[in-house]
């Protein structure tokens, strides 16, 4: 249950996705440099200064599932003072102090407003207001530089909290590790559904037909089987090319033998039973009575298989991209973001790369769970060993 329990979190995490993610531009790769690997609970002031560009009309729906670009450009600083129609900062430059930072000039409607410049923009000195208008907006908006101020400081002035810190140029942590768990899952779900069907039907066939048809079978299982899963993943990767897609049909493609040969061990022996021989009886084709009477009865082991291999493909999936040939940059796996930062083992920031190793552990050990309890719940001989109440 413990298991079931992380497993329904994770997939909450992956459904919701850029919704729940403090960063959620896609892949969570909002770059901020100068914010390079600081410590978790790190906290910075922003200003958000509008970009003057058609405002993004990305949905909710769309925004789950591939994240959104932000309306504003944030720019780190210390602090922020206001002179007439601007607002001078100072950027935060990875200093302890204020007097480290570098101070540059805004102008107070263009860090608010997306402002089109191709039509008048005034500043009256005498009144101290501004002119301008937006883009998509005929109307000229007029305001004064004390309402300007009040705007910016609430709506433009942020401060924001980095949970897990940064990674090494400066994205947010927590972010790429939330984003990774789709990636984590997607993979196991694509490779497993591609084992199951290609493992289920070779191995209904070779248990059911035997014979000419189950040598052939056997003799690609033993060959397929004989190469270490790894290095065939890594061959079959190689071929394909590099990228996340490729990822999942690697992984499903060395993952049926096991499948392949459960389901035909079972099928030998359940073939021989009086339902099989009453349905041949019946006239009933060979391929119904696989379909709709042998297989039904051979889903209980294949059910913990899939559970087995959910977890083996996850781990898959991390090592490939810990070795560079899985999911590429700045898709956020889990194995990428341990490789990008073990270096820092020895520099005192280690959680760097554990944090992400500690979910690809956590997600395997829920997914082993689950498959053992499985295993148990649907063990006949568990039920065998019940005693019988009294009536």
């Avoid at 504003?72 to 302890?96: L, P, Q, V, W």
């Avoid at 089987?225 to 079959?236: E, G, Q």
């Avoid at 042998?294 to 959910?310: D, I, K, W």
Wanted: with cysteine; glycine share 8%; aromatic share 10%.
């Amino acid at each position: 249950m413990l298991g079931l329990v992380l497993i329904a979190f994770a997939c909450i995490i992956s459904i919701l996705g850029y919704l729940i993610t403090p960063d959620s531009t896609p892949y969570a790769n909002n770059q901020k440099p100068e914010l390079h690997t600081k410590p978790p609970g790190f906290t910075v002031k922003f200003m958000l200064v509008k970009k003057n560009q058609e405002p993004d009309k990305t949905g909710i729906f769309e925004k789950m599932l591939f994240g959104k670009q932000e309306e504003s450009t944030a720019i780190s600083i210390y602090d922020y003072d206001f002179s007439n129609n601007n607002i001078i900062i100072s950027e935060y430059t990875g200093g302890k102090s204020n007097s480290d930072g570098i101070k540059v000039k805004y102008d107070l409607a263009d860090v608010i407003y997306a402002l089109d410049f191709k039509k008048p923009y005034v500043y009256d000195t005498l009144n101290n207001k501004v002119s301008f208008y937006e883009i998509g907006n005929n109307n000229k908006i007029t305001k004064t530089i004390a309402e300007l101020r009040v705007e910016a400081e609430k709506n433009n002035i942020v401060t924001r909290k980095y949970y897990l810190g940064t990674d090494v140029i400066g994205r947010d942590l927590l972010s790429r590790l939330m984003i990774g768990t789709r990636i984590s899952l997607s993979v196991g779900l694509v490779s497993v559904v591609i084992s199951l069907f290609i493992g289920i039907f070779l191995g209904a066939i070779a248990g059911y037909y035997r014979g000419v048809v189950d040598t052939c079978i056997m003799w690609l299982i033993n060959v397929v089987w004989s190469i270490p899963t790894l290095l065939l993943v890594i061959a079959i990767t190689l071929v394909l090319g590099k990228g996340i897609v490729q990822v999942f049909i690697a992984v499903g493609l060395t993952m049926w033998v096991e499948v392949a040969r459960v389901v035909r061990g079972q099928i030998l022996s359940i073939r021989e039973k009086e339902f099989v021989d009453a349905g041949r009886a019946l006239g009933f084709r060979n391929m119904r009575i696989i379909t709709r009477h042998v297989l039904s009865n051979v889903m209980g082991p294949v059910v913990v298989m899939a559970a087995s291999n959910f977890a083996s493909a996850i781990l898959t999936e991390a090592g490939l991209s810990f070795l560079g040939i899985g999911a590429q940059p700045p898709v956020p796996s889990w194995g990428e973001m341990s490789n990008a930062h073990y270096g820092y083992l020895l520099l005192g920031k280690a959680y760097l790369a554990i944090v992400p190793g500690i979910a690809t552990a956590i997600l395997v050990l829920s997914f082993m769970l689950v498959g053992n309890g499985l295993r148990d719940a649907l063990d006949t001989r568990n039920l065998d060993d019940k005693p019988i109440a009294a009536t």
